[in-house]
């Protein structure tokens, strides 16, 4: 499974090193990056998530992704603790805590494990989008906003999803065609974005506040990925028995060992934070996972047989 990781990775990097020449070249904006952002985000990401829970109904599987939320649940309650614990900047913490599990983490996990490995994601992005829409937005807005969270696209395709994964027949050939055309593009398009993303950071930026920087990447790459290393070989050894119970754990690893949510950089830009900060902990990270998340990977492999 590490060299799959590895591949897909180098893949995904050269599919990004396109899109950040395209972005030196063209100058991409921030209107243009947000647009882009958000076309992944509202309309590609759902249309994928659709698309994957759309095959015969299997109980085992409901049960497995059950057993997936419980385990982002726990990951991320771990990870926002270590980032309230060991940080007072509220944009460090939510770099800690949330993992780019949808642009990095969906392409990845289907390039490895196929759309089988797409379901199981869905629980931990589901989990994921909830608290990045209480608690992270709590943190940059001071309050609490549920109604984001119940017409957030990504959920409401999940909560469709598993309805359609019930039905005793799965989508018509008309309906299923435009998802499943538009599911193939969240790849190119995903890897796209973050190559833009990195092409707008400046080194010069990084000067004054590298200590803050390094720290917070430290945490989120190395720190987080070993406590979830272990919390995720414990739970092997009660679920190890069912069936793809091994694939439930890596797709899980491979969510929690992304770089930096993009979803940080807009809630820091919606509240008047720092947003060129923000950017800068997606595009370090994003550069950084490059080394760490097949190197984590390849550890695991050695722990879970």
Same mark, same amino acid.
């Given at each position: 499974?590490?060299?799959?990781?590895?591949?897909?990775?180098?893949?995904?990097?050269?599919?990004?090193?396109?899109?950040?020449?395209?972005?030196?070249?063209?100058?991409?904006?921030?209107?243009?990056?947000?647009?882009?952002?958000? +076309?992944?985000?509202?309309?590609?990401?759902?249309?994928? #998530?659709?698309?994957?829970?759309?095959?015969?109904?299997?109980?085992?599987?409901? +049960?497995?992704?059950?057993?997936? &939320?419980?385990?982002?649940?726990?990951?991320?309650?771990?990870?926002?603790?270590?980032?309230?614990?060991?940080?007072?900047?509220?944009?460090?913490?939510?770099?800690?805590?949330?993992?780019?599990?949808?642009?990095?983490?969906? $392409? *990845?996990?289907?390039?490895?494990?196929?759309?089988?490995?797409?379901?199981? @994601?869905?629980?931990?992005?589901?989990?994921?989008?909830? *608290?990045?829409?209480?608690?992270?937005?709590?943190? +940059?807005?001071?309050?609490?906003?549920?109604?984001?969270?119940?017409?957030?696209?990504?959920?409401?395709?999940?909560?469709?999803?598993? &309805?359609?994964?019930?039905?005793? /027949?799965?989508?018509?050939? #008309?309906?299923?065609?435009?998802?499943?055309?538009?599911?193939?593009?969240?790849?190119?398009?995903?890897?796209?974005?973050?190559? &833009?993303?990195? /092409?707008?950071?400046?080194?010069?930026?990084?000067?004054?506040?590298?200590?803050?920087?390094?720290?917070?990447?430290?945490?989120?790459?190395?720190?987080?990925?070993?406590?979830?290393?272990?919390?995720?070989?414990?739970?092997?050894?009660?679920?190890?028995? *069912?069936?793809?119970?091994?694939?439930?754990?890596?797709?899980? *690893?491979?969510?929690? @060992?992304? $770089? &930096?949510?993009?979803?940080?950089?807009?809630?820091?830009?919606?509240?008047?934070?720092?947003?060129?900060?923000?950017?800068?902990?997606?595009?370090?990270?994003?550069? #950084?996972?490059?080394?760490?998340? $097949?190197?984590?990977? /390849?550890?695991?492999?050695?722990?879970?047989?």
């Amino acid at each position: 499974m590490y060299l799959l990781v590895t591949k897909q990775l180098i893949t995904m990097s050269i599919i990004g090193l396109g899109g950040f020449i395209f972005a030196k070249i063209f100058k991409v904006t921030e209107p243009e990056r947000k647009f882009l952002s958000k +076309l992944l985000m509202y309309f590609i990401n759902p249309a994928m #998530v659709l698309n994957s829970f759309n095959r015969e109904f299997d109980s085992q599987k409901l +049960l497995l992704l059950g057993i997936v &939320v419980i385990l982002a649940l726990i990951i991320h309650g771990v990870m926002i603790v270590l980032g309230i614990l060991t940080t007072k900047q509220k944009i460090d913490r939510l770099a800690i805590a949330f993992t780019n599990c949808g642009f990095i983490g969906i $392409p *990845l996990i289907r390039g490895v494990f196929g759309d089988e490995g797409i379901i199981f @994601l869905m629980g931990y992005l589901a989990i994921f989008n909830i *608290l990045v829409w209480t608690y992270g937005y709590r943190q +940059l807005s001071g309050k609490t906003n549920f109604v984001k969270v119940i017409t957030n696209p990504n959920i409401i395709a999940v909560t469709l999803g598993i &309805v359609i994964f019930c039905m005793p /027949a799965t989508l018509p050939e #008309v309906f299923a065609r435009p998802l499943s055309l538009v599911a193939d593009t969240n790849t190119a398009v995903s890897m796209m974005l973050v190559g &833009v993303l990195i /092409a707008d950071f400046h080194p010069s930026k990084s000067k004054e506040v590298f200590p803050r920087l390094a720290k917070m990447t430290l945490l989120r790459l190395v720190v987080c990925s070993i406590l979830n290393i272990a919390i995720l070989f414990l739970a092997y050894k009660v679920i190890g028995g *069912l069936d793809n119970s091994r694939m439930i754990i890596f797709v899980v *690893l491979i969510c929690s @060992l992304c $770089p &930096v949510a993009t979803s940080i950089p807009s809630l820091a830009c919606l509240f008047d934070h720092d947003a060129s900060y923000a950017s800068l902990t997606v595009s370090i990270t994003s550069i #950084v996972c490059i080394i760490t998340l $097949p190197t984590f990977v /390849a550890i695991t492999e050695r722990l879970i047989r």
